[in-house]
């Protein structure tokens, strides 16, 4: 009875905070009549703008990677977002709102499309695994450095991470260093 009732707490806290935030959402200066549009174009300028009004970090960026991710990067890389007039599916519509929804409530883009490029591999994100920063790959260009001088010596090389988040260093290295323990 209890887990029953909380669910339905749940629930009904979800579905209140959905359509406050819809109303608010409808109150905003993007026009949110132009969600309910297919063309790539309309949806693309109001996110951006909706996104930029509540101050959301790279507002621009997050909304391509959005696209990318949703459209694929064969059809992102032959049409510019910004000249483009094209209509997506309603499918493709309805992914990409509620993909920009997820980020107007600040959840990392990363998290969002569920995964992410990490030098040569596509790493799954979710909540809570920490996600790898852009400057992390410098690192395994320095372990690799070391482990080329210490294959040059004929040495053997091996290594330890020390608290590691996501994974995506150890992953990265014996992924590319098969040998290396």
């Given at each position: 009875m209890f887990?029953?009732?909380c669910t339905g707490l749940v629930k009904g806290y979800t579905r209140l905070h959905k359509c406050s935030f819809y109303v608010h959402f409808q109150s905003s200066k993007a026009n949110s009549k132009n969600l309910d549009s297919q063309n790539l174009k309309l949806i693309t300028t109001t996110w951006v703008q909706r996104l930029k009004e509540e101050s959301v970090p790279e507002a621009e960026l997050s909304v391509n990677i959005i696209l990318d991710h949703i459209l694929g990067r064969d059809r992102m890389r032959y049409c510019d977002v910004k000249e483009n007039e094209q209509d997506l599916t309603m499918e493709e519509a309805r992914q990409i709102n509620e993909m920009c929804l997820k980020r107007l409530q600040r959840v990392p883009v990363q998290h969002i499309i569920g995964e992410w490029d990490f030098r040569y591999l596509t790493l799954k994100m979710m909540p809570p695994v920490f996600i790898p920063r852009p400057e992390t790959e410098?690192?395994?260009d320095l372990v690799a450095s070391h482990h080329d001088l210490?294959?040059?010596k004929g040495d053997k090389?091996?290594?330890l991470e020390v608290?590691?988040?996501s994974g995506a260093i150890c992953l990265s290295i014996l992924s590319e260093y098969p040998k290396v323990s």
């Open positions: 887990s029953h009732h410098g690192l395994i210490a294959a040059y090389f091996n290594f608290g590691c988040g």
